[in-house]
């Protein structure tokens, strides 16, 4: 018997882990009442291990001639090393909302790529966004090339500020 109330116990723990309530990291305070105004958002998932996955999700799906509210309350990503361990779950954060599906994916791309959770990093779970898929494969030379696209946009964002700030 005491194990039985054990187990319930710790399988009550486990669920509240995986319905972790969303941290609101949009600066914006009032997001839920004005979800109307919304389509989606980009979103970080945290693990025990350090590990982490940056993701969208939409707060409408649309169903026959309108839209109605997803699953996004409960959502806990599409990553498949999460959903196979959805207890090691420490943090679910939404990071940004946006009101249109391309700002969305945009948004998403630049999260993963800017985190590192797909190029940089042994802790992140990304393994695809918007038509990239799996490990990319750069000889050396293409590596090459890839960092002087990086040092190029670097020089290029320091411009494109100075001229704003001569504006």
């Known amino acids: 018997m005491q194990n039985i109330k054990k187990s319930a116990l710790l399988k009550k723990k486990k669920m509240q882990k995986i319905n972790l309530r969303w941290k609101n990291g949009t600066g914006i305070t009032n997001y839920v009442k004005r979800l109307n105004d919304f389509l989606g958002f980009i979103y970080l998932i ?3 291990n350090g590990e982490y996955y940056v993701g969208r999700k939409q707060f409408w799906a649309k ?3 309108g839209w109605v509210e997803n699953d996004w309350r409960d959502y806990y990503s599409s990553s498949k090393t999460i ?3 959805p207890d090691k ?3 679910k954060t939404i990071l940004a909302i946006f009101k249109s599906k391309s700002a969305i994916r945009f948004a998403e791309a630049y999260g993963i790529i800017n985190s590192g959770a797909y190029l940089d990093s042994d802790k992140g779970l990304n393994w695809s966004f918007e038509g990239s898929r799996g490990t990319i494969k750069m ?3 293409d590596d090459e090339q890839f960092n002087r696209l990086v040092s190029w946009c670097g020089r290029w964002k320091r411009k494109q500020d100075k001229e704003k700030i001569k504006e």
Do not use: A, K
């Open 63 to 65: 169903r026959g001639n």
């Open 139 to 141: 000889d050396p030379e």
């Open 83 to 85: 959903q196979r361990t």
């Open 46 to 48: 945290e693990l025990e």
């Open 89 to 91: 779950i420490i943090g």
